[in-house]
């Protein structure tokens, strides 16, 4: 990266990384929206609700790929920095290494055991049968998943945030053409659904392959080293947070579909279905925002340039607050939309439910990014354990704790707001936890 010589280029240099990786991560929410849109419209309330059974998985295998690129990419960044070369080559290689194991891990879990899957998730009878098919599908591209993230974060970190862009939205739109294409004229149903899905990060790691590495642009390469666990052990540590954060929808997923079809039954888990997927579709946003931010952060930090480095996080968490209070206005005024988009066979039951739910639900975005934000910057500093226990509060142990308490108390409306009281809650811990660091940083 280019040295910056006075304050007024990190604004600058803070737009044109947060916009690129906030445009790919719309990208990525269009993509939750469309088979969520396509799904709801061709095969119905059943496969919604399979769709939402299925989606803890899709979580887990992105989530797996940003805990390898995000982690593996912040420290070749550092490296980079300080121009250490090879050390950043090692890092990488050591990176796809490990993609290359977890490949085959999930490929065998994929092939030898989607029915058992589809149980563990909640589903039975007619949604078990189209869970099971959308998880086979779905795990059949798991190599793509974990080398497409590890790709597209590398050439972010290395100075080509346009690239990174470019490939994410490509695959999105790919999917949005394969949705449409799979499941209308060649009516595919939830099969359909599966394989265009799969499909699109295999459009992204094609391109990022084409477009930079191959072409050899890019200034990170596969090299001759041993593979060294502690190496691939402490890029995990500094990408946990971020997969903590895709993951954790997976985790309040499963475990309100668990809540929820207790309480309201299979209209109830759709009704889910769709405030989940509006759901990821903003956390996607969030992510973008966090991704944007953190090569910068790492690069600051590398080259002692603090006060560059308070600068962007200012900026960082300003904008997750200003999108996060934009985000719950449109979820509060449009709600009736929203719902209608995902109920074609206009289930009278369903509305009320999932407008209620974005109602209460989508109070958590006002804080949700600004956590986000606070959990990514401890982890490009490389301060991975204070990143790692935000995220795990707003990720697993507080939300899972107030769905479960929550729920109890107030019924199904309790699940709803489980969110928002986590987020308020996460806040101060987080605050707590960066003022700590600063004050032991002296800054």
């Known amino acids: 990266m280019n040295n910056l010589s006075g304050e007024e280029r990190v604004p600058r240099r803070f737009a044109r990384y947060a916009s690129m990786s906030v445009l790919s991560m719309l990208g990525l929410a269009v993509y939750y929206l469309t088979d969520t849109f396509f799904v709801a419209n061709r095969v119905g309330t059943l496969g919604l609700a399979a769709l ?29 920095s300080r121009g250490e070369t090879q050390q950043g080559n090692r890092v990488y290689t ?14 065998l879990l994929g092939w030898l055991a989607p029915a058992q899957l589809a149980s563990l998730l909640g589903s039975s009878g007619v949604v078990h049968e189209m869970s099971k098919t959308y998880l086979q599908v779905l795990m059949t591209f798991a190599p793509c998943f974990f080398f497409s993230n590890i790709l597209i974060a590398f050439m972010r970190n290395d100075n080509a945030p346009h690239l990174s862009t470019l490939c994410m939205v490509a695959g999105t739109a790919s999917n949005v053409v394969l949705d449409y294409l799979f499941m209308y004229p060649l009516d595919m149903g939830i099969f359909g659904a599966a394989l265009a899905t799969g499909i699109s990060p295999l459009v992204g790691m094609l391109l990022s392959l084409l477009l930079y590495v191959l072409p050899k642009k890019a200034s990170f390469h596969l090299c001759r080293c041993p593979l060294e666990p502690k190496r691939m052990g402490w890029c995990c540590a500094l990408g946990v947070s971020a997969f903590i954060g895709e993951v954790s929808s997976a985790v309040v997923t499963l475990v309100s579909n668990l809540v929820i079809v207790a309480l309201a039954g299979d209209v109830g888990v759709a009704a889910y279905g769709i405030i989940s997927n509006v759901s990821f579709a903003v956390i996607a946003v969030f992510i973008g925002l966090t991704q944007g931010g953190q090569p910068l952060l790492s690069d600051y930090y590398a080259r002692n340039m603090r006060k560059e480095e308070r600068q962007t996080l200012r900026l960082c968490v300003l904008s997750a607050l200003v999108l996060g209070v934009v985000c719950w206005a449109a979820a509060l005024l449009f709600a009736p939309q929203i719902t209608a988009l995902f109920n074609r066979e206009q289930e009278e039951a369903l509305k009320p439910i999932a407008v209620s739910g974005l109602h209460l639900y989508c109070l958590g975005f006002i804080l949700a990014g600004v956590n986000m934000v606070l959990a990514q910057a401890l982890a490009a500093v490389e301060q991975p354990r204070q990143a790692m226990v935000i995220s795990l509060c707003r990720g697993w142990i507080l939300i899972v704790t107030m769905i479960v308490l929550l729920s109890r108390l107030w019924g199904i409306t309790g699940v709803w707001l489980a969110f928002p009281a986590t987020e308020l809650l996460t806040f101060a811990l987080a605050v707590v936890l960066y003022l700590r660091f600063g004050r032991r940083r002296g800054t």
């Open 52 to 80: 939402n059974f299925s989606i803890p998985v899709y979580s887990v295998l992105n989530g797996l790929g940003l805990l390898l690129g995000v982690g593996g990419a912040t420290l070749f960044t550092i490296h980079k």
């Open 94 to 107: 050591n990176m796809m290494a490990l993609a290359a194991v977890l490949s085959v891990l999930g490929l």
